[in-house]
């Protein structure tokens, strides 16, 4: 008995198609694998970067202790801002400024590069927001735990190296791994970075703000500058 020539191109057209699947799986799995020795390797080129950094620094610190003189670290080149105070008698200028910042949420969290126009912006909304000098712990528990990208405008998890690598494969940033990175650094392609960055939304601080929050952390209070601290603070609401 023939077989319909009809169905010979179903079947035909069927299995190309099941081969194209397989060969479709075979390569993400692949893709996936070589992302993850890229990210490996990445990393450790980072870690080793970060450590040769800080042996630089001790060395620095010991040669002047040794010549009776005073080291001055580099400058701090990054910020950690958290938004920390609702909207009651906001004014609409303080308003305006935290969304410039994207910090129109309570707990958004964003990086700024620090400039004497971004500190401007920020001492008008200071009653509002703690803010200081983010460690690479933080930047990476962050990133990891709560990033998510601006691809179009939407809001998307950052699940996989692809969608970082085709929002910024550009600049050279393909992995989690160097988007810490370029942030944490303020590299060249920080610009780009942080605006595919979308504003990190935390929990609210773990037993609560225990003092009146517009008042600034040197008064005793939750909000302004806090250096180092603010690493605490958000390591409690991550």
């Avoid at 080793?48 to 701090?76: C, G, I, L, N």
């Avoid at 735990?145 to 691809?151: F, L, N, P």
Wanted: glycine share 6%; with cysteine.
């Amino acid at each position: 008995m023939s077989v319909a020539e009809s169905h010979l191109k179903r079947r035909a057209q069927k299995e190309f198609n099941a081969e194209k699947q397989r060969q479709d799986s075979r390569k993400v799995k692949l893709k996936k694998k070589t992302d993850r020795r890229t990210e490996f390797r990445h990393a450790a080129s980072y870690v080793r970067e970060f450590k040769a950094h800080e042996s630089q620094e001790h060395r620095m610190e010991r040669a002047a202790r040794d010549a009776a003189t005073a080291y001055v670290p580099e400058k701090e080149k990054l910020l950690c801002v958290v938004r920390i105070g609702g909207v009651n008698d906001m004014h609409p200028k303080s308003r305006k400024v935290l969304q410039l910042l994207q910090l129109g949420h309570l707990n958004n969290l964003v990086f700024l590069k620090l400039t004497r126009a971004t500190m401007n912006m920020i001492r008008k909304v200071e009653p509002y927001v703690a803010y200081g000098y983010p460690s690479l712990k933080t930047v990476r528990e962050v990133i990891y735990k709560r990033g998510h990208g601006r691809v179009g405008k939407q809001r998307v998890p950052l699940t996989d190296n692809s969608i970082i690598e085709t929002a910024l494969g550009e600049t050279g940033i393909i992995c989690m791994e160097d988007l810490v990175h370029e942030i944490y650094t303020v590299g060249p392609s920080f610009k780009q970075a942080s605006n595919f960055l979308w504003p990190v939304k935390l929990s609210n601080l773990t037993g609560g703000l225990s003092t009146k929050q517009s008042k600034l952390f040197k008064d005793g209070g939750q909000a302004g500058q806090r250096e180092k601290g603010i690493n605490d603070m958000v390591a409690k609401m991550n």
